[in-house]
């Protein structure tokens, strides 16, 4: 079996251990595609010192992870449960300093995972100037037009993760994998150095073979392994598959308002003996 | 007036914000400017394209999340709502935080595309349901976007207005400063101006926010609440079910 799937792996494990700690690893936002079944195999074993960029921001798994203490630095757009409202942990990771954290906007998040993509340094950016951000920021850069007279502009370098970590609806045994309009999961396959992706069902079929949907395929160059996880992002949904779980969503946000709660949601969680599929 | 009542209103001043736009964009979390989207579309027989983030039905975008943002940047997108945790008289945006940085004692999950799209499109209408002192200052503690931009900047987009729970303003942006136009019915004017943190101009003439009429209200409550309800399910479901509020005639 394995000769014929080399890039499907036995399990969210195998994927969690190939994430190194202090790995700068990119992670999609909870509307796109989340390897939720990786992110409690990387708290499972204990990961540590991960650099989370949010494509472009990021929700759930970044408040787990932060929670769980593996996260050195967030770099995102913003961190938050959506209606259910601020993601606890990352706020008091913020205010004890137990985080560095790089602020953003989205269209710079986006721009560095171009740039990362085109293998170019840096790319320019019309807008965000006056921001705060652009203070705190001293790795963006702002510059004068050069094609142009007094056009100040801003300057943002790439982004390139080690790791792109997401969960889509299928893959195929040669590690093509389809996310249909859900292109910020190309981007950051593009931009990342390898992309560990957990998928809903293994399709029999190569992806690419079907003209009709082979432009939402990522293709398996920037693939480095897959792993089979029906309901891989729950409680957070997946577009075409399944809703987000409200109700699962509002219990975290409830335990998690205090650190005596998220411990013990955490404890309950990793226990859990199969994944709620 | 009943928070219900309140907030058809602004539903309803916000679509008039939108008169004579091509393509409204509406961002996560927006649930009255994603119901004023809607109604304006509905109003202007479907010349209104609304792209409203975390939709499926009413987002045409392929390219990934960063589409949004190519198209502001191309002047395809002519309106847009933002907010935040603080608004200052200059337009200034803090969606990140008070207090210092980056330790925020309170601490907002983050700037979201606001430093750009403030920037990108014409026309961004500043909404904020709470009107206090809190809300409204002299000055934020943190710019996630800033409200004005020296002359030579490129900026072809900026703040309109701002509409609160309380009044409507107008933002003069060669000023940089809001001028008070109207407020809501039942609002005194001394009630305004104690609830806001910063100075601003009064227009000669301060009018009443126009309350929605019947054949509005029937249009928030039917087909606006139900394209809603994918979204919203719980704003447009109390929208929905109004046992208590009068019914305009035909609707059950």
Known sequence: ?277 | MTGDARTELLISCLADRLAGCRHVAVGAASPIPAAAALLARMSSEGRLRVSILGSERHNVFTDGSKELFDCAAQGRIDAFFLGGGQIDGQANLNLVGVGGYPRSPVRWPGSFGSAYLYHLVPRVILFRLEHSPRVLVERVDFISAAGTSPAHHHRPGGPEGLITGKAAFRFDRALGRFTLTHRHPGVALADIVAATGFAFELAAELATTPVPSAATLAMIRGPVAADLVQIYPRFATEILTRPSAPRPDGLT
């Open chain 1, 1 to 277: 079996m394995v000769e014929h799937l080399p890039k499907v792996a036995d399990s969210c494990a195998a994927l969690a251990a190939r994430i190194e700690d202090g790995a700068r690893l990119a992670l999609a936002p909870d509307y796109s595609g989340c390897a939720m079944a990786v992110i409690r195999a990387l708290i499972q074993r204990d990961a540590r010192d991960l650099h989370l960029v949010g494509v472009p921001q990021l929700g759930l798994q970044a408040d787990l992870l932060i929670g769980a203490g593996c996260v050195a630095s967030v770099e995102a757009a913003a961190v938050s449960l959506g209606e259910q409202g601020a993601a606890p942990c990352f706020t008091r990771a913020v205010q004890s300093g137990a985080i560095m954290l790089k602020d953003s906007t989205c269209p710079v998040i986006h721009a560095g995972l171009q740039a990362a993509e085109k293998g170019v340094p840096f790319l320019p950016l019309r807008g965000i100037l006056g921001s705060d951000l652009v203070r705190h920021r001293p790795d963006w850069r702002v510059i004068d037009n050069p094609f142009a007279e007094h056009d100040p502009i801003l300057l943002v370098p790439a982004i390139r993760a080690d790791v792109a970590l997401f969960h889509a609806a299928r893959g195929d045994a040669a590690g093509n994998v389809w996310i249909g309009v859900r292109r910020e999961l190309m981007l950051m396959a593009h931009a990342a150095t390898s992309s560990l992706v957990t998928v809903e069902r293994l399709a029999e079929q190569d992806l690419l073979a079907d003209d009709q949907i082979a432009a939402g395929v990522i293709p398996d160059l920037y693939i480095d392994a897959l792993a089979l996880a029906p309901k891989g992002a729950w409680p957070v949904g997946l577009r075409g598959a399944y809703p987000a779980d409200q109700a699962a969503l509002a219990a975290y946000a409830a335990a998690a308002a205090k650190p005596a709660g998220f411990a013990r949601y955490l404890t309950d969680w990793l226990a859990l003996p199969d994944w709620p599929a």
